[in-house]
């Protein structure tokens, strides 16, 4: 499920068999590594149109990869990123 607020993505929520990877900065915005998340149900919330929060539940299994381990080409299981076909907005939906 996703909600949006004033046209703009305020949170989403995933159940059943949710992954994610993402990129881990320390406060100095230098890159730390890669987590990849696989758990049962995920929620995000969303501000200004960026992240804000990701949170897990239910049977959580997360790895946190060091940047000098981190496989350029990793991604999620089956996921075939097509930019040129995503919708752009939500009347596209």
């Known amino acids: ?3 949006f ?3 703009a993505i305020d949170s989403m ?3 059943g068999n949710a992954e994610s990877v993402y990129f881990m900065l320390d406060e100095e915005n230098a890159y730390i590594g890669m987590n990849k998340s696989v758990c049962s149900e ?3 919330t969303f501000e200004e149109s960026g992240l804000k929060d990701i949170y ?3 049977d959580v299994n997360s790895n946190l990869i060091p940047m000098k381990d981190v496989n350029p080409s990793e991604t999620l299981d089956g996921f075939n990123w097509q930019p ?3 919708p ?3 009347e596209e939906l």
């Open 1 to 3: 499920e996703v909600f």
């Open 5 to 7: 607020v004033d046209g």
């Open 13 to 15: 929520s995933v159940a």
């Open 42 to 44: 995920m929620s995000f």
């Open 56 to 58: 897990f539940y239910v």
């Open 84 to 86: 040129k076909i995503r």
């Open 88 to 90: 752009k907005d939500k």
